[in-house]
C-alpha cells in the first residue's frame, strides 16, 4: 500500500489526542446518567440539586433527562413536594416516577 504510513500516522496521532484528552479530565469526577420515568398529575416537576439550583423541568408524562450522581429534590408546579420528594441519580440509569395532584 502506498499510502499506508500516512494511515498509520493519522492512527497515532488521533490516539495521542484521546489520551491527552482523558488525562485532562479531573480524576474523582462524578459521573453522570440517566433519569427516566413518568410525571403523573396536570402539574410540572422541579428538579433541584443539594444547592436547591433548578437543573430540569418536567411536564406530566413521559421524560428522560441527564443528571449527574447526587442527591435531588422534586417539588409540584404548585410548591408541594413531589412524590417521591428526593431521589438519589446514581452513576447507573435510575427510574422515577413522580406523582403531582
Known sequence: MQHGWRMEILVLRRAAIALVAAACLPAGTAAADVVSGTVV????????DAGQNI??????????????VGRYSA???????????EFLGLSSPVTVNF???
Open 75 to 85: 417539588t409540584c408546579g404548585n410548591g408541594q413536594p413531589a412524590s417521591p420528594p
Open 99 to 101: 406523582t403531582c395532584r
Open 41 to 48: 398529575g396536570t402539574q410540572p416537576v422541579a428538579i433541584r
Open 55 to 68: 437543573v430540569a423541568q418536567l411536564n406530566p408524562g413521559p421524560y428522560e433527562i441527564i443528571l449527574p
